[in-house]
């Protein structure tokens, strides 16, 4: 089992060296789950030599531009190409309900013929409240992290927690650094993927990486930044991280230890 970062950088990345931080898990048959499908897809699959042929399973965190903008890419593709099933989504039930009237629709809804909805697309798996899914035999349970929060509510917004031969790994999507309430999977966690910001002009909505050094040792020292702008970095391994991770990096979980490729 594998975990390849597509790309690594922000919402706002440009320039053919990164793309927005979306992720694949692959298992030894080659079947392939994207973690979230930003506007940057089809390019970012490209890099890989894949494309929309190659996803059939999508996990969905969130409905901000860089984790769902690349649907309407893969939903025409597939539906539109004799060899293709339609792809699963998996995502929370709360961001179930947004998904097609809030994001889709506009440029979705109308082909020739007819009108088309979610279901015309994609086959859709809504997850409940502090629940899970399970693909190929790993439990993906989703952690409602605190993204942003517009003076009314939480925006839904959904980070997984999974094991995979014996390893506990925590994938933070987009968050703001919030022990209070989501500590124990950062206790838990074998391996952190966290984002991070790493621009002079810090938003409210994701950890800077001044935030984040601030971490205890014990957890520093088991997390990966992604999801950074472009620009020069600061030294990860000296402050006590694993590092940042770059794109097209592969994460194989096939044995105990983790090997790492660039």
């Given amino acids: 089992m594998k975990l390849i970062f597509l790309g690594s950088g922000s919402a706002f990345t440009v320039g053919a060296d990164n793309f927005q931080s979306n992720m694949i898990i ?25 494309s929309y042929l190659d996803i059939t399973d999508i996990y969905i965190s969130h409905l901000h531009s860089d984790h769902v903008g690349g649907l309407e890419y893969i939903g025409f593709s597939s539906k539109f190409d004799p060899r293709c099933e339609k792809p699963i989504i998996y995502c929370s039930k709360d961001i179930a309900s947004l998904l097609w009237n ?28 502090n629940g899970y899914f ?12 605190n993204h942003v929060h517009n003076s009314y509510y939480l925006m839904p917004s959904y980070g997984l927690f999974f094991e995979i031969t014996g390893q506990k790994v925590f994938i933070t999507t987009d ?5 209070e309430t989501n500590g124990e999977y950062y206790q838990q966690a074998d391996l952190i993927f966290h984002d991070c910001e790493t ?13 984040l050094i601030t971490l205890p040792s014990e ?14 970095l600061p030294n990860a391994e000296k402050d006590g991280f694993l590092g940042f991770v770059k794109r097209g ?8 230890l983790i090997s790492v490729k660039s």
């Fill in 26 to 50: 692959e298992t030894q048959t080659g079947k392939k789950l994207l973690l979230d499908c930003g506007s940057d897809i089809r390019f970012s699959l490209h890099a890989l030599s894949l």
């Fill in 102 to 129: 809030n994001t889709l629709s506009g440029g979705m809804m109308s082909i020739e013929g007819d009108l088309a909805n979610l279901d015309t697309y994609f086959q859709l798996y809504k997850i409940e409240l």
């Fill in 134 to 145: 399970t693909w190929e035999g790993i439990e993906f349970k989703l952690v409602k992290v």
């Fill in 175 to 179: 968050t703001k650094l919030s022990l």
């Fill in 199 to 211: 621009s002079i002009f810090h938003t409210p909505v994701h950890p800077s990486y001044d935030d």
């Fill in 219 to 232: 957890i520093k020292q088991k997390m990966w930044l992604y999801g950074y702008q472009p620009g020069k």
């Fill in 249 to 256: 990096q592969i994460f194989d979980f096939s044995e105990a």
